[in-house]
């Protein structure tokens, strides 16, 4: 019972994190990297879900936040990880936020 207490507590930790992301444009590394690894999969799954079906305007501000912050990056060091669900969930992120793979500096629209 304790350790579904805490799984809610962290995924609430997780979509508010999300949700902030959304309205803010910001991205705050110690939040997420406290989530226990289960809470970090089902992060990126709804950050995939995110960038895929929220309005353009928030996908562009988060897309820009994650960039921003070296998420890209990060995606594409993992996707070369033995773990396979987790290159695959790396290598889908890396391709959404680099569409073209491209990894020049990030240009950002006059307003997002």
């Known amino acids: 019972m ?3 207490v805490s799984g ?3 995924m609430e930790k997780a979509v508010s994190e999300l949700q902030r992301m959304r309205e803010a444009g910001e991205w705050d ?3 997420l990297e406290r989530l226990s690894p289960e809470s970090r999969v089902a992060f990126e799954v709804m950050l995939i879900e995110a960038l895929t079906t929220w ?4 996908q ?3 897309r820009a936040a994650l960039i921003v912050h070296g998420y890209d990056e990060q995606c594409a ?3 070369m990880s033995d773990n396979l669900p987790e290159s695959i969930r790396a290598a889908s992120l890396h391709a959404i936020l680099r569409p073209t793979g491209d990894t020049g500096p990030l240009t950002l629209p006059e307003r997002i």
């Open 29 to 31: 590394w110690p939040t």
């Open 77 to 79: 060091r993992r996707v």
């Open 60 to 62: 562009r501000r988060l």
């Open 8 to 10: 809610r507590s962290e």
């Open 2 to 4: 304790a350790q579904a």
């Open 55 to 58: 309005p353009l305007t928030a």
